[in-house]
């Protein structure tokens, strides 16, 4: 029902292989503890109307949580996986458990604003910086959120909500949200680049999410690209990250003879107005980008490559990186920009806790 609409007990039956009397039961269950309602009916082959019965996006709630090192963003949805509410915020400086609060807070604000009661959510999905370490709940390599790294933060953030609680790193959960409703929904192999304050990336290969042995695939900030990756001032952030970050540009537009500018933004409206030293500073940034690319074509092959994040959403950038890509790639990829943009990692939350109730649910069907 949930991915097929409105449905018979007969095509239930043919779609799930189950017996018809299994089946009958089943619609019986959904009925009885109020997962589905009955649709209408359709007319039969042989002239008999067959009742149809439909999946009740209101029977449970899900949230999708997209947590940075300044921003947090919450959003409540449906079984359908419709936003009916969200909430964002500055992310609580002092982490840890002041964090968890603060989510759960949120999320009890906006059951109340449509008068549902706590227990109305039955999953959460967040996207968090770092690595997640699910043997032990906490989050790595997230220094500028402090606490995470110290508590089991998924245990703590399920006993605060009330709902199991799935942890995933934002850029990979980014990934997932264009995957499941944004510009990838048909593309089963593709590389969601975000590029903002750093660089990270998200694979997914034949429609699921590569991690690695470690849950840090795709942390192409480490790319040996635009330095000297045995110079150790480097390592901290990673090579590539030191070369096209936020922080980097802002340096290289300065360097160009660019006048004072306090963010990357300054730099796009000043290359809008004709600044020679933006574009000269997108120029060289666009062709980093290109070499990081080319790396991403050679080890992974993706059908297409999508950029996101605060910077790698703008078409001036992307459009010099396209150029590049065409000029000097035997067989050059389709590069787009993500169209969730800052909502990619909050609705592949919501996409994933969704699953996650789905897969519930047909166990509960097919259980014996």
Request: glycine share 14%.
């Amino acid at each position: 029902m949930m991915r097929h609409g409105p449905v018979s007990r007969a095509e239930l039956s043919r779609i799930t292989g189950l017996s018809k009397q299994t089946t009958s039961e089943v619609v019986r269950m959904l009925l009885q503890e109020n997962w589905a309602s009955v649709h209408g009916q359709v007319q039969g082959a042989v002239g008999r109307s067959a009742v149809t019965y439909t999946l009740r996006h209101d029977a449970a709630h899900v949230l999708g949580i997209d947590l940075g090192g300044t921003k947090l963003h919450v959003a409540l949805a449906d079984l359908a996986g419709r936003i009916i509410g969200e909430r964002r915020e500055p992310t609580h400086p002092l982490g840890g458990t002041e964090l968890v609060e603060q989510i759960g807070t949120l999320a009890d604000a906006l059951l109340a604003e449509i008068g549902l009661h706590a227990g109305a959510i039955r999953a959460a999905t967040m996207g968090s910086p770092g690595v997640f370490q699910s043997s032990t709940g906490r989050i790595l390599l997230a220094p500028n959120i402090p606490g995470l790294g110290d508590m089991d933060v998924a245990g703590a953030l399920a006993a605060r909500l009330g709902c199991f609680v799935q942890i995933e790193n934002d850029v990979n959960l980014a990934a997932l949200g264009e995957r499941w409703s944004g510009c990838c929904v048909n593309v089963d192999t593709f590389a969601f680049v975000a590029l903002g304050t750093g660089i990270g990336m998200g694979i997914v290969d034949d429609g699921r999410l590569l991690r690695g042995a470690g849950g840090a695939a795709g942390e192409i900030a480490y790319l040996p690209v635009g330095g000297d990756p045995f110079d150790s001032r480097l390592h901290r952030l990673g090579t590539l990250e030191s070369a096209v970050g936020s922080a980097a540009i802002l340096d290289r537009y300065h360097g160009a003879g660019g006048a004072s500018a306090l963010n990357v933004r300054l730099v796009f409206e000043r290359l809008d107005a004709g600044d020679p030293a933006a574009a000269v500073t997108l120029d060289e940034t666009a062709r980093l980008l290109a070499q990081a690319c080319m790396a991403i074509c050679a080890l992974l092959d993706p059908g297409l490559i999508v950029f996101g994040g605060s910077i790698g959403g703008h078409a001036a950038l992307l459009d010099r990186v396209r150029a590049l890509m065409a000029r000097h790639m035997p067989q050059p990829i389709a590069i787009e920009r993500s169209t969730l943009g800052d909502r990619a990692a909050v609705m592949g939350g919501i996409g994933q806790a969704v699953a996650r109730l789905r897969d519930e649910l047909c166990g509960s069907v097919h259980a014996p």
